[in-house]
Structures are given as C-alpha cells and as structure tokens.
C-alpha cells in the first residue's frame, strides 16, 4: 500500500491548495486520454486519484496521519494483528486476544467486522474478510474516465433529435439529449468508461452545438431574419418561413415596414423546465438593385402618403 503522500509528491504538511495543485498537474499528466499506449499511466492515474481522494477528505486525511487506517484507507493492523497475542492458527485460521476463528468451523464473521469498523465499510470489502489480513473493507479503483466531445447539429439541439455515438470500444449507442442541452452540457455514461478491478469508469460527453447559416439562439428563443418582397409588405402576403421542425405558413400584414418582428409560439428550444421557447421572425424587405420598372414607378411617384419616417427622431 502506497503513502499517498508519496504518490502524489506533497510533503505530509502540504495545504489543501498544495494537494489540489499537485493531483491537477499528475493528473493531467497520466490521463488515459494521452496515454492510450501506456496501460501503466493509466494504472498510476488510478493510484494518484485514489490519494488525493484520501488526502482531500480531512477526516480520511486525519486518521490516516494517527496511523489508524493506511493508505487505501483500511484500519491499519486490526484485531492487533503484527504484534501482541494475535497471530495465524495452525490449521487455516487465526487467533486474537479475546477471539478464535476457525477456517473451517464455518463461522460468520461479518457481524463482528460490522460492528468494530461499520456495516458500510465492511460489506464494500465483499461482506467481510478476504483472505488477507488486510483485505477486508478494501474498495477496488474503479477505471478511469473517458471524455468525449460531441458535435451536435443547430435543428437536432433545438428538437432534441436522438443522436447516434461511437464509443472508443467500437460499439454504437443512442444518446438521448436533455432538455436545455446548449455548448458545454456534459452528459455521464455510467461504466463507458476505462475497465478496472472496482468496475469501468465512466464516458463523460460534453456537447458543442454548431452554428446555423440562418437560425441563431436567444436563450431559449430562436431568431431568424426572413427576407420578403416590396409587393409583399405592402400588399401583405402568407408566405413559407423555416422553423427549426420545419417550414409552416406565415402570414404577413399589408403595411408591413423593414424590422417587424413576428412570433411563432413553441418554435424554439425545449426548456429545462418543460415546454418550449418561440421562434421570433424579423421581416427584411428585399429591395431588388436593378429593376427598372420599380425605379420608373418611384421616380414616377409623389410619396405624398408617405410621410417623415424619421420625424420622431427631431429630424
């Protein structure tokens, strides 16, 4: 068993800001991810996680520093075993001061390891003694963690469309996004991860939701801007306007001005909290360069209705 003062290469009265910095930098160091061609890395990335797991919980921390557990956190020589009146049994058992088990007279000593170091701690061992004298209430390392990056497309985040990923070990599986799910959303895969002796570690995927060539976020809102014709403002028209489902029939009012913002209920991303934001769309009239009857009926015509469009800014 490993000090885990050593393993992570911090003096014994190292500060909880020296422990952190120096578990940071080996971890970042021995990560699976950059040492996919040495299995030792990740077995030494296993050790260093485990120490500072002890080392960062100051009860843990503590205990081990009086000498009562050791340092994969098991009480250090329990039943007096290493010196005094305990010792092996001829036979396959062993003795201690007060107590003498038998390896074959079939006794349960779960209860009495459940009662001196918590029914916890015993049952995570295997529910008792495991051959070793320090074997019992031993809790193997899990494998390590694998971070994943997922690129997931503008439409498929706003409708939660179930994506499909490939995992390192070859196999396909269906990732279900939440709702909210926007760039930096992780999402945990329980036992994707490294194999180990305690079970596989974890797939930790993060989200990146890529840009969209007309659809930008608001929140949870969805904004577009919609082109239309000079005839249909002012004329007023229903025209076809892309939603992130698809595209639904969108009435235009006659009179209609450059910057009019229309709303389509329910078109937007889904909310943590249930439903959906909307889809607001803001009406550009497309005037075309080069049209001569336009010009022609411009030039032609007064504009008398039409007013100062810029009077209530004093000018």
Same mark, same amino acid.
């Given at each position: 068993?490993?000090?885990?003062?050593?393993?992570?290469?911090?003096?014994?009265?190292?500060?909880?800001?020296?422990?952190?910095?120096?578990?940071?930098? @080996?971890?970042?160091?021995? $990560?699976?991810?950059? *040492?996919?061609? *040495?299995?030792?890395?990740?077995?030494?990335?296993?050790?260093?996680? *485990?120490?500072?797991?002890?080392?960062?919980?100051?009860?843990?921390?503590? %205990?081990?520093?009086?000498?009562?557990?050791?340092?994969?956190? *098991?009480? !250090?020589?329990?039943?007096?075993?290493?010196?005094?009146?305990?010792?092996?049994?001829?036979?396959?058992?062993? %003795?201690?001061?007060?107590?003498?088990?038998?390896?074959?007279?079939?006794?349960?000593?779960?209860?009495?390891?459940?009662?001196?170091?918590? +029914?916890?701690?015993?049952?995570?061992?295997? +529910?008792?003694?495991?051959?070793?004298?320090?074997?019992?209430?031993?809790?193997?390392?899990?494998?390590?963690?694998?971070?994943?990056?997922?690129?997931?497309?503008?439409?498929?985040? &706003? #409708?939660?469309?179930?994506? %499909?990923?490939? @995992?390192?070990?070859?196999?396909?599986?269906?990732?279900?996004?939440?709702?909210?799910?926007?760039?930096?959303?992780?999402?945990? @895969?329980?036992?994707?991860?490294?194999?180990?002796?305690?079970?596989? +570690?974890?797939?930790?995927?993060?989200?990146?939701?890529?840009? $969209?060539?007309?659809?930008?976020? /608001?929140?949870?809102?969805?904004?577009?801007?919609?082109?239309? #014709?000079? !005839?249909?403002?002012?004329?007023? &028209?229903? =025209?076809?306007?892309? #939603? =992130?489902?698809?595209?639904?029939?969108? #009435?235009?009012?006659?009179?209609?001005?450059?910057?009019?913002?229309?709303?389509?209920?329910?078109?937007?991303? $889904?909310?943590?909290?249930?439903?959906?934001?909307?889809?607001?769309?803001? @009406?550009?009239?497309?005037?075309?360069?080069?049209?001569? /009857?336009?010009?022609?009926?411009?030039?032609?015509?007064?504009?008398?209705?039409?007013?100062?469009?810029?009077?209530?800014?004093?000018?």
């Amino acid at each position: 068993m490993a000090d885990p003062y050593q393993t992570l290469g911090v003096a014994r009265t190292a500060t909880e800001a020296d422990i952190k910095k120096a578990y940071r930098k @080996l971890a970042k160091e021995l $990560h699976p991810d950059r *040492n996919k061609d *040495n299995p030792k890395a990740a077995e030494r990335f296993s050790q260093v996680t *485990n120490a500072y797991d002890l080392l960062s919980d100051k009860d843990k921390r503590a %205990r081990f520093d009086r000498g009562e557990i050791d340092g994969d956190g *098991n009480p !250090a020589a329990p039943f007096g075993f290493g010196g005094g009146g305990g010792g092996p049994r001829p036979g396959g058992g062993f %003795r201690s001061e007060g107590f003498e088990f038998g390896a074959g007279e079939g006794a349960d000593m779960s209860d009495i390891f459940e009662g001196l170091f918590g +029914g916890a701690q015993a049952r995570r061992g295997g +529910g008792g003694f495991s051959g070793g004298f320090g074997g019992f209430g031993r809790q193997q390392p899990k494998g390590a963690d694998i971070q994943y990056k997922l690129q997931v497309a503008f439409t498929d985040a &706003a #409708t939660l469309a179930a994506q %499909r990923v490939t @995992l390192g070990d070859g196999k396909s599986i269906e990732l279900k996004l939440p709702a909210g799910v926007a760039t930096g959303t992780q999402m945990r @895969l329980a036992g994707k991860g490294q194999p180990g002796p305690g079970g596989a +570690g974890d797939a930790l995927v993060t989200i990146e939701v890529q840009p $969209h060539r007309f659809f930008v976020r /608001d929140g949870d809102d969805v904004r577009i801007d919609l082109p239309i #014709t000079l !005839a249909e403002a002012v004329l007023g &028209a229903k =025209v076809k306007a892309p #939603t =992130v489902d698809s595209a639904v029939m969108l #009435t235009i009012p006659a009179g209609t001005s450059s910057g009019r913002t229309l709303r389509l209920k329910g078109k937007g991303f $889904h909310k943590k909290g249930g439903g959906r934001g909307d889809q607001l769309v803001t @009406l550009m009239i497309d005037i075309p360069a080069d049209d001569a /009857d336009l010009r022609t009926f411009v030039e032609g015509w007064s504009g008398a209705g039409a007013g100062n469009p810029r009077g209530a800014m004093g000018v």
